[in-house]
């Protein structure tokens, strides 16, 4: 079954106050779980950034690692659920679900 990537961009959550954060991710979690209870849900998390800088690293093909060059902002994935579904609407169907629970418009794309 196909796999779809929904995801929201690296600080769209900005507008969200530290205390107002709870009240977001409730309704994100139980989208997360409404998936896993429908049988869709491959994996959701968010990706940790410290500070400015990214904690990733870049192989090359050669096996060197450096810790950049960094994407912008903009183009930083802030969080994401996968879901295996038989089609693009009910991917789509997933996405506005998480889009309300987090008052931010998703990103869907096709795995392969």
């Known amino acids: 079954m196909p796999e779809y990537l929904i995801s929201f961009g690296r600080g769209a959550m900005g507008h969200i106050s530290e205390e107002e954060l709870p ?3 409730r309704p994100a979690a139980a989208v997360c779980k409404e998936a ?5 849900y491959v994996f959701a998390d968010g990706l940790q950034y410290d500070g400015d800088g ?5 192989v090359g093909i050669d096996g060197s690692v450096t810790d950049g060059p960094y994407a912008e902002g903009k ?4 969080g994401m659920l996968i879901v295996s579904v038989p089609t693009r609407a009910d991917a789509l169907g997933w996405a506005a679900k ?3 629970a987090c008052q931010r418009a998703q990103d869907v794309r096709k795995f392969g």
């Open 23 to 25: 009240e977001v991710g």
């Open 36 to 40: 896993e209870e429908a049988g869709v």
């Open 54 to 58: 990214v904690e990733h690293a870049v």
């Open 75 to 78: 183009e930083l994935i802030g």
């Open 98 to 100: 998480v889009a309300a």
